[in-house]
């Protein structure tokens, strides 16, 4: 259960948090909970487990309510590009994959995390330093990471040296890989 409560936690803060925080009073069960709208893309078989750490979260305790919104993949940017720039029905929170944070950052259409990170139960230190970095713009964090994709380059060295590059020298991040 320890575990569920952390993930909840994290679920409350996760990265990208929006501009208008539109908390709402919810009295389904008699009591009062801030309603939290939560977007996430988890639309494959990340859905249904993220699903189940909601449930739990919301059954776990008595002040805040998450409206989990799961947003087919495929459309999620689009939604959260149309919704950002319209202003309405914007989400409390959602997931953001660090290479969008920078756009929608200058574009002042997120929310600086500096409130959370000030929290005794949030610290940076708990989280990996890249991983962090990768959230931030101009000295302001943006995001809570959630998880980490590690990015490989596969390539062909008979294909290269056809190209007319040297196969023992691959780029070493995507800068060099554009060029």
Known sequence: MKKINVAGLVLMIICGMLAGCSWQQTSATG????????????SGPDGPKFEEIVRSYNQSQK?????????????YYKMVNLTLSSKNNLPDLMIMHADRIVDYATKDQLLKTSILTKSKKISEKDYHPKALQASKVNGSTYGIPLDIHPLMFYWNKDLFKKAGLDPNTPPKNAQEFRD
């Open 31 to 42: 009591e009062d909970k801030k309603n939290v709208k939560l977007w996430v893309p988890f």
């Open 63 to 75: 002040k805040y309510n998450v409206d989990l919104q799961i947003i087919p993949s495929s459309d």
